[in-house]
Every structure is written in structure tokens, then in C-alpha cells.
Nanobody, 118 residues
Framework: QVQLVESGGGLVQAGGSLRLSCAASGSIGSTYAMGWYRQAPGKQRELVATISSGGGPNYADSMKGRFTISRDNAKNTVYLRMNSLKPEDTAVYFC????????????WGQGTQVTVSS
């Protein structure tokens, strides 16, 4: 069982930056792929970025060049650095962890609110 706790959200002006953190209760080490998703009011949850157990990142097209995902396995923490924020980035940001081993368990954090003012 893995518990995820996000932090770092808040209110920022357009063009500003934030860094989100996701702390895992257990060892995520090399056995979990991690990711960030977001959900805006009235919209479906969408992928922001993922990072493999080996550290390889993958981004949604609209986030490329502005967002950077990274992980520190020693601290059991995943980060999302967000630059050049836009009002349309306003959403609740969720962290997830997916085991790379059977039964490929999947966990979500409770989310952290990011609000970008124009």
C-alpha cells in the first residue's frame, strides 16, 4: 500500500511558477512509475506528465517546455515544476503511483489546488 500526499499548490499570477511535491509513504524506488494529472472544474482528469521507474519523463503536448517532472527515489518524492503558468492551468493536481509489478496496483493522492490568476 502506498499513500501519496501532494503539496505546493496555491495562487499564482499568470507567467509565474510553482513546484508541486508528492511524498509517498512507502518506497517507490524502482518499482513504481509516477505521474501527475489534473482536473479542472467541469472537465475530465487529464494527464500532465509521467516519469518511469528509470526516470524517463513523458509529457502531455500542451505541457511540453513549461512543465518538468522529476523524482528523488531516496526521498520517495516526485516533483512537478511548472513555469509560465496560464489561467487555463488552473485545476486540482493529483499525483499517482503505479506499480510496475503484478498486480500493477494504482494509487492516487488527494490533490492540491493550483489557481492561476490573469
Amino acid at each position: 500500500q502506498v499513500q501519496l500526499v501532494e503539496s505546493g499548490g496555491g495562487l499564482v499570477q499568470a507567467g509565474g511558477s510553482l513546484r508541486l511535491s508528492c511524498a509517498a509513504s512507502g518506497s517507490i524506488g524502482s518499482t513504481y512509475a509516477m505521474g501527475w494529472y489534473r482536473q479542472a472544474p467541469g472537465k475530465q482528469r487529464e494527464l500532465v506528465a509521467t516519469i518511469s521507474s528509470g526516470g524517463g519523463p513523458n509529457y502531455a503536448d500542451s505541457m511540453k517546455g513549461r512543465f518538468t517532472i522529476s523524482r528523488d527515489n531516496a526521498k520517495n518524492t516526485v516533483y512537478l515544476r511548472m513555469n509560465s503558468l496560464k489561467p487555463e492551468d488552473t485545476a486540482v493536481y493529483f499525483c499517482n503511483a503505479q506499480s510496475t509489478r503484478p498486480p500493477f496496483s494504482f494509487y492516487w493522492g488527494q490533490g492540491t489546488q493550483v489557481t492561476v490568476s490573469s
